[in-house]
């Protein structure tokens, strides 16, 4: 595995339920009632924001990036707040992997502004060469491949996509991984969604954490 693509919230980063209470500031600050719109903003995480709020909003697109924009600047609020942390371990895992000669990108559903706000709350500008959003790989975002393929094309690093590592905690990030054809297909139990769900989706492996990722990759080259 020459290429490992990692999401970023509730993969590598722990942020407490930041999405569901930017969401709900945001739909508040539209009028609108975040309470009849939760349940599917749950089931959708990974995905781009903006193409949950068009959904949400019937397909009105100045309604939904005017509720993307109230969201993103309520997460950054929270995020400059101090409200997040890195999984236990995740940056140790970037670490190894790079140590092993592999390339690591992250990858976010959010808008590079808020992407950004979260590499520098952390830290992270330069635990990476590459950092992705969707609006990097064509305004697609999960669980279209489309962030996965765009890492494989912007860092060169492998030629077969079998040789890509996905790790993500959403449905829609195993969706991603599996559309773009990656050989391992990793979902981790510390954000958004249970092992059935990410079994269901198309993961290859579950891990209790991204932490285990470098022994699991190593054990599969084997």
């Known amino acids: 595995m020459d290429l490992v693509v990692l999401d970023m919230a509730g993969t590598t980063v722990a942020d407490g339920g930041l999405v569901e209470r930017a969401f709900t500031a945001a739909a508040e600050r539209l009028g609108e009632d975040p309470a009849t719109m939760i349940d599917y903003v749950r089931a959708t995480m990974g995905e781009s924001k903006i193409s949950v709020f068009r ?11 005017q509720a993307n924009l109230a969201f993103e600047e309520a997460y950054g609020e929270l995020v400059s707040g101090g409200l997040i942390a890195p999984v236990p371990g995740a940056a140790e895992a970037v670490a190894t992997l790079k140590d092993q000669g592999r390339t690591v990108v992250l990858t976010t559903g959010f808008a590079r502004v808020t992407q950004d706000a979260i590499l520098d709350a952390l830290g992270w500008r ?5 950092t992705l959003c969707p609006a990097d790989a064509g305004g697609r975002g999960r669980p279209y491949p489309d962030m996965v393929l765009a890492a494989l094309l912007r860092t060169g690093a492998v030629d077969d ?19 773009a054809g990656a050989g391992i297909v990793a979902g981790v139990l ?33």
Do not use: K
């Not at 330069?126 to 590459?130: C, H, P, S």
């Not at 492996?205 to 054990?219: C, D, G, K, Q, R």
């Open 55 to 65: 959904h949400l909003f019937g397909g009105d697109e100045t309604r939904a990036r």
């Open 190 to 222: 510390t954000g958004a969604h249970g092992e059935a769900a990410l079994t269901e989706h198309g993961a290859t492996h579950v891990l209790a954490s991204i932490a285990e990722l470098p022994a699991l990759i190593t054990e599969y080259e084997a």
């Open 161 to 179: 996509v079998r040789r890509i590592a996905v790790a993500g905690d959403t449905s829609y990030d195993m969706l991603s991984g599996s559309r």
């Open 126 to 130: 330069d635990l990476v060469g590459l």
